[in-house]
Structures are given as structure tokens and as C-alpha cells.
């Protein structure tokens, strides 16, 4: 199993930054896919970003891009999603998930390619 602890949540003003980290553990693989994701109340958790732990793709929703930067550090086995000009529609619940598959398309920014979540981590931005 793959366990994933999220932190770097908080709160940040309009056009302000936020660093999330994913911290994974356990059974990790030599190439896996890493995802972004955020959920508000009512809504469905929809994908932010995804990274292949091999570094050779990467994948943003078109309402992030420009302004989310998803990397990794191997050595840590952490990934960030470096949030820059931060909106009030940012604001959700982020988590990150793992699948043990190379990130091969956009089909890796939905939910249901996924098997391993973390807990979570708020960012309220007003």
C-alpha cells in the first residue's frame, strides 16, 4: 500500500501563494502517477494536476494552468503543487492521490484513475 500525507494548506489572500506537499510512503513504485485534486461542499473532487514519478509528464486543468506548478523531489518522495495568483474559486479541500501507472493522458486528472488518497488539506483564499 501507498500511504500520502498532505500538508501546506491555509489561508492566503487574493493573488497570494500557497505551497501543498504530498508526502508518500509505503509501496512505491518506480513509476507512479501522482494527482492533484480539490473538492468543495457539493461538488465532485475534480483533477488540479498530475505528475509520472519519472518526471516525463506532466498534466493541468486548464482553470490552473499558468498558475499551478506541479514537481517532485525524489529523494523525499514528495511532490508540491506550487499554487501562484490565488483566486476565492481556489478555495476547496486539496488532496493528492497515487496510482501505481505511468501518467499517459488527461484521463489522469479523474478521480477514478486513482487508488491511494490522502487525508486532505484546506486552502481558503479571500
Known amino acids: 500500500d501507498v500511504q500520502l500525507v498532505e500538508s501546506g494548506g491555509g489561508s492566503a489572500q487574493s493573488g497570494g501563494s500557497l505551497r501543498l506537499s504530498c508526502a508518500a510512503s509505503g509501496v512505491i513504485g518506480s513509476s507512479m502517477c501522482i494527482g492533484w485534486f480539490r473538492q468543495t461542499p457539493g461538488k465532485e473532487r475534480e483533477g488540479v494536476a498530475a505528475i509520472s514519478t519519472n518526471g516525463d509528464s506532466r498534466y493541468y486543468a486548464s482553470f490552473v494552468t499558468g498558475r499551478f506548478t506541479i514537481s517532485q523531489d525524489d529523494v523525499a518522495n514528495t511532490v508540491y503543487l506550487q499554487m501562484n495568483d490565488l483566486k476565492p474559486d481556489d478555495t476547496a479541500m486539496y488532496y493528492c492521490?497515487?496510482?501505481?501507472?505511468?501518467?499517459?493522458?488527461?484521463?489522469?486528472?479523474?478521480?477514478?484513475?486513482?487508488?491511494?488518497w490522502g487525508q486532505g488539506t484546506q486552502v481558503t483564499v479571500s
Open positions: 492521490a497515487a496510482e501505481a501507472a505511468f501518467c499517459s493522458s488527461l484521463l489522469y486528472l479523474r478521480a477514478r484513475a486513482y487508488t491511494y
